[in-house]
């Protein structure tokens, strides 16, 4: 909380505890260490008494007030050069108040009290300048630390909110991309083949449905994923005559793991768009799991070659897309390889820990 939230929270009447938990804490403890040095000075324990009821509550009420004041001038445009000229003045003139209520109630007991002739003024202007001093500073410089904390917290919720809405962009990215590749495949099916294009519309239904009921979570389990590539990869399979399959090796350990939603989907989709450019009697897409260390591994294994090296930071297309949502999510702690292995392209993802909740 900055001394601008305290100082409008107590202008309002609202409450701000810690202010004033540190306040009635703080002057307790200075009227139990005023009254002991009042009665070390003055030898009269009625007269350290009498000086500690009057005093420290009045203190306790004038720097209460100079709080609020300094709340309500916050509020306006910040001047602290006349902020500090206002401290400077109202603790020479609390402190003149203070010594001269102590000086007035000094005399009620001159009979008791040790002669310091001619000091007992200045003894307590000097005892409460430095009081007031010290509690000026302790207050703007805790204030300055929370509103320099404040600043940073707000600082960090615009960046989160930021990456946030990158986050959504590129999530908003992906299903309709997928979407429009579908229709396009219907169509181009319904003159030819009308059923199975009716089959594929039927398919397709399912998976926005399934893809609808997890609208706005932006992570899922493991094993929902397999199951959205799968579905994906059986509309994709009624294109291509059935040569299209799936095969997964998934570890049990994996299923539960959180990961960014429709993951494996982009995995598979890229297999599909490049590798089945050659000729293949049957195009199989394997997917596999498992647990290394302290990394989750996903492999998605196709016939194919690649065309040119990959490089996610030009790739402009599904997998720049994907490599960007996951550095979203495990910033400096994923990895993204597409390499070629033998006459099959393998796509690989290792994320380590928990990904970042957006």
């Not at 500690?52 to 001038?73: D, I, K």
């Not at 706005?216 to 399979?237: S, V, W």
């Amino acid at each position: 909380m900055t001394t601008t939230t305290i100082g409008r929270e107590l202008s309002q009447g609202e409450s701000a505890p810690g202010f004033w938990r540190a306040q009635v804490v703080g002057w307790i403890f200075l009227a139990i260490v005023g009254y002991f040095i009042r009665l070390a000075v003055f030898g009269n324990a009625v007269a350290a008494f009498w000086l500690t009821v009057a005093l420290e509550p009045l203190a306790f009420g004038l720097t209460s007030v100079a709080a609020l004041w300094h709340g309500r001038l916050l509020a306006r445009p910040r001047q602290p050069v006349l902020v500090l000229a206002c401290a400077v003045v109202l603790c020479l003139a609390a402190s003149g108040l203070l010594a001269s209520i102590a000086y007035a109630i000094n005399h009620l007991f001159l009979a008791g009290i040790r002669d310091i002739p001619g000091n007992q003024y200045w003894l307590g202007f000097i005892y409460y300048m430095g009081i007031l001093s010290i509690w000026t500073l302790i207050y703007f410089g805790v204030s300055a630390e929370l509103a320099a904390r404040t600043e940073r917290m707000q600082k960090m919720k615009a960046e989160t909110r930021s990456l946030k809405l990158e986050l959504e962009h590129l999530q908003l990215q992906v299903e309709p991309h997928f979407l429009f590749n579908s229709l396009n495949t219907i169509v181009a099916e319904i003159a030819e083949r009308p059923a199975v294009a009716e089959e594929m519309t039927r398919r397709l239904a399912e998976y926005l449905r399934y893809s609808l009921d997890r609208r706005g979570r932006g992570l899922c389990r493991l094993e929902e994923d397999i199951e959205a590539a799968q579905a994906y990869i059986r509309i994709q399979a009624l294109r291509f005559e059935r040569k299209l399959e799936c095969r997964c090796q998934i570890d049990p350990a994996t299923l539960k793991i959180p990961i960014p939603h429709m993951t494996l989907q982009g995995l598979a989709e890229n297999a599909i768009k490049h590798g089945m450019r050659g000729d293949h009697d049957r195009f199989t897409i394997y997917i596999r799991t498992r647990l290394q260390a302290d990394a989750l591994v996903i492999e998605v294994n196709n016939p194919g070659e690649l065309q040119a090296p990959f490089d996610r930071v030009e790739s402009n297309g599904g997998l720049g897309n994907l490599c960007r949502r996951l550095a979203l999510r495990y910033p400096g702690r994923y990895e993204f390889s597409l390499d070629q292995r033998g006459d099959h392209t393998v796509a690989q993802i290792r994320v380590r820990g928990e990904p970042v909740p957006l």
